[in-house]
């Protein structure tokens, strides 16, 4: 539990398994609380896990900065411990205080904004009105599906409005929804909606992670957005599509038969770039060709490639 170590514990700079040495000047010392806790690369639970405490541990902390929400046993916090010495983050949470903020502690850079260029709850409202069910969720969920997009170099307003209307229709931008009705052990989840043994067996395998054994894991706050990017950007090669303005690829490498929800998600990319860049420009494509009509899920990365260097339909 958080609350059971003291401050006091914190400040006595006893060390776990030797990683911290000399307290630099700058730098407080606390407390970490648990095994296994991650140092990540930065505040974000997406960003990369550069190490992982074993035990409890003495950090020296030189500041802090505002991230990711943590909720654990203990309590929450969306505060970072920026830790040099493990060259990352350690969420707050972690931190055997009994305040969400380190005491005493200043902010890195003096700004706790996320970096400029994110997407804000009042972005998709505007590009997708009542599409966005439940905002609190969303909002929720933002922080790690802007670090997702930017890990993906979905950075322009046309990757952008294709990411975000993809994941509105897929999920409605809520990082844990579950397909409804869907009793399938691989099922359905998350942000991209990852479907099949066949996606949740490479995803797993990219992140170090057992989804096909948890695939709950697919629909956490800690994985759904780098799924999602995951498969933009590994199992497919969707930014390409979206540069060309090319929606009807984009729902092909998303993988569904080709129909009505085409024209549906391809307005949804209109409206964002509306937003986006105040006009829609001309030549989007929202319809697939031949090659593109059929249910493309379950083809591997190469075999979508091929389709459209041949031509050919799906057999």
């Avoid at 074993?54 to 950090?59: E, H, N, Y």
């Avoid at 706790?112 to 709850?121: A, E, K, R, Y």
């Avoid at 992670?209 to 780098?226: F, H, K, T, V, Y």
């Amino acid at each position: 539990m958080r609350r059971i170590l003291t401050t006091g514990l914190a400040l006595t700079g006893l060390a776990a398994g030797g990683l911290i040495a000399a307290t630099p000047a700058h730098a407080a010392v606390f407390q970490t609380y648990g095994t296994g806790v991650n140092v990540r690369s930065d505040a974000y639970l997406s960003s990369p896990v550069v190490r992982t405490l074993p035990g409890p541990t003495s950090i020296d902390v030189d500041c802090q900065k505002a991230g990711d929400l943590v909720t654990v046993s203990g309590g929450s916090s969306r505060w970072w411990a920026h830790v040099p010495a493990l060259g990352g983050y350690v969420s707050v949470a972690y931190v055997a205080i009994p305040e969400d903020k380190l005491p005493g502690v200043p902010e890195c850079g003096g700004n706790p904004n996320p970096p400029s260029g994110d997407i804000t709850l009042a972005d998709v409202q505007a590009m997708f009105g009542s599409r966005i069910a439940n905002p609190s969720l969303v909002n929720t969920g933002l922080p790690s599906l802007n670090q997702a997009m930017r890990d993906a170099n979905i950075n322009t307003p046309y990757r952008k409005a294709a990411f975000l209307a993809t994941l509105v229709h897929e999920s409605r931008l809520e990082y844990n929804i579950r397909e409804i009705g869907d009793t399938r052990p691989y099922g359905g989840r998350g942000y991209i909606q990852l479907t099949g043994d066949f996606n949740y067996r490479p995803a797993g395998q990219y992140f170090g992670i057992d989804l096909l054994g948890n695939p709950e894991l697919a629909r956490s706050l800690q994985w759904s957005a780098p799924i999602a990017r995951w498969y933009w950007t590994v199992a497919r090669n969707i930014n390409p599509f979206a540069d060309q303005l090319n929606m009807g690829k984009v729902n092909a490498a998303i993988g569904y038969p080709a129909g009505a929800e085409d024209q549906r998600r391809c307005d949804s990319f209109k409206n964002a770039i509306r937003y986006l860049t105040g006009s829609v420009p001309a030549g989007v494509v929202c319809t697939r060709s031949k090659a593109y009509a059929g249910d493309t899920s379950k083809l591997t990365r190469a075999q979508f490639d091929a389709l459209g260097k041949t031509g050919g339909g799906l057999g």
